[in-house]
């Protein structure tokens, strides 16, 4: 269309919530967890389909997702810094090293994003009480999971967890 862009982002990859830590990688662990409880189930010989031994290989099934989060994310050159706008047709940007660099432009676009809400007196410490995040990198399958409110993200990552043989209260 004609249009210059320049993409400034504070983290080490592109895509925001839904790319790095929300709709790619729950997909890919939801399609996952699916085929093995698909694996784990009489589904299969109900199909025709025998199976042997099987057993989760939780670190494989994370590599899988991390994976299809790089793909999407790799191969794009683009600063990483922090800025804000200095007028309606100009950015000043933060460099990681200090200094400071002054983009002009026609139009401004914000998307800041999503952040976890904290709940009073509730410290997310990514060990016993996941924030969703969380959830997408825990090491082994937990004994029982405890979902506390209802978006998307939360029912999906339940359900993942469950198909993995956790016990999920919603």
């Given amino acids: 269309m004609g249009l210059k862009t320049v993409c400034v982002e504070k ?3 592109l895509g925001g919530t839904c790319l790095n830590v929300g709709c790619i990688p729950s997909k890919s662990l939801l399609n996952n967890s699916h085929l093995y409880q698909l694996v784990n189930s009489s589904e299969m010989q109900h199909r025709g389909i025998d199976i042997g031994s099987f057993k989760l290989n939780l670190p494989a099934m994370l590599k899988a997702k991390e994976k299809a989060v790089s793909s999407l994310t790799g191969g794009i050159a683009y600063l990483f810094k922090q800025n804000k706008v200095f007028n309606p047709n100009e950015v000043l940007v933060k460099k990681a090293d200090g200094s400071e660099e002054r983009i002009a432009t026609e139009r401004i676009l914000i998307a800041t994003g999503s952040e976890v809400t904290p709940f009073p007196g509730i410290d997310i410490d990514e060990q016993s009480i996941v924030s969703s995040t ?5 090491t082994k399958v937990p004994q029982h999971l405890i979902v506390i409110g209802a978006g998307v993200i939360g029912v999906e ?4 967890w469950k198909r993995l043989g956790a016990e999920v209260s919603f």
């Fill in 157 to 160: 990552l339940g359900s993942v």
């Fill in 134 to 138: 969380g959830a997408l990198s825990l």
């Fill in 11 to 13: 983290n080490d990859t």
